[in-house]
């Protein structure tokens, strides 16, 4: 069964999340004086016996240090709301980790976030935070920094896109980035127990949305965008998501079409294209769901 998340930290988006044009490289080793802290999650014991992958496994937070001014920024934004520690906790509760699974803040040197199949570990760039701090003021958003967590979260659910297709070698059709992006929507938009997602994790879809209208708009003429790349293009990205939020409750989210933003050629076909994507993503990790 599928186990809704909800938002402790408040919404927002996510900049580049497996970021467009390309994939940071390998993560440097882990800064061995790095303070580390173990976030446990909720006592799982009963529950070892249950799923195939029963490793009893948590996401450990590491925040490493950082020293340029983007890094020291999205440090302290993603620190000060204990991003991480809540990210790893939510993860540890919803899914049966077949092993412990790292998870940096990182400085990279660029606005990133990536799974590292060989060393079975995930860094959020403190850049990635900072990127979307600015973008988000820039708009004059009444709270950036809500809104730069709500994209992080959502960045964090697509790069769990990579590790749970990774860890639990999961069979998948499309590309390995398409797909990320739906378990990112699917985490932010399924309905909880109330029926309905909650209204910060919305936002958050909705503002990572933002984010590639945003980076599309940066990047100049889509003539210039690397159309080789694992991603897709940024307004694509930007319009899946605009099309899974309507389509995952078209009556609460209805204001996606009154935007006018999507066209009703995508949108009529929304609710099923959720519905599908939604059953896959549920399906794909039912052995795993705790
Ligand atoms: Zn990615």
């Given amino acids: 069964m599928l186990i809704r998340v909800t938002a402790a930290v408040s919404s927002a988006v996510l900049l580049g999340g497996c970021s ?21 999650g909720p006592d799982n014991a009963a529950d070892r016996s249950k799923g195939p992958a029963d490793g009893g496994g948590q996401m450990i937070v590491t925040y490493e240090e950082a020293t340029s001014p983007e890094a020291q920024n999205g440090k302290k934004i993603m620190s000060e709301a204990q991003f991480l520690e809540e990210m790893a906790a939510e993860t540890s509760a919803m899914l049966d980790l077949p092993q412990d699974i790292p998870l940096f803040g990182r400085q990279c040197g ?10 079975k570990a995930m860094t959020i ?57 739906q378990l990112a929507a699917v985490l932010l938009l399924e309905p909880d127990e109330t029926g309905k997602a909650d209204p910060d994790n919305v936002q958050a879809a909705v503002d990572w949305a933002r984010i590639w209208e945003d980076s599309a708009a940066q990047n100049g003429s889509p003539e210039d965008f690397p159309f080789w790349d694992a991603h897709e293009y940024d ?17 609460d989210n209805k204001f996606i079409i009154d935007s006018g933003t999507l066209p009703e050629d995508r949108s009529q076909d929304c609710p099923e294209e959720w519905e599908r994507m939604s059953r896959a993503w549920d399906e794909m990790l039912d052995p795993y769901w705790k």
């Fill in 20 to 40: 467009g044009g390309g994939e940071a490289a390998e993560p440097e080793s882990a800064d061995p004086t790095a303070a580390e802290m173990e976030v446990a």
């Fill in 235 to 251: 307004l694509a990205r930007m319009y899946n998501f605009e099309c899974w939020i309507y389509g995952s409750n078209p009556v």
């Fill in 125 to 181: 760039c403190y850049e990635d935070a900072d990127a979307s701090f600015q973008v988000f003021s820039k708009a004059n958003d009444p709270d950036p920094v809500a809104s730069t967590i709500g994209a992080e979260r959502a960045t964090f659910y697509h790069e769990l896109g990579h590790a749970t297709i990774d860890v639990y070698d999961l069979p998948f059709t499309g590309r390995e980035e398409d797909v990320a992006d």
């Fill in 110 to 119: 660029e606005a990133n976030a990536y799974w590292s199949s060989s060393d």
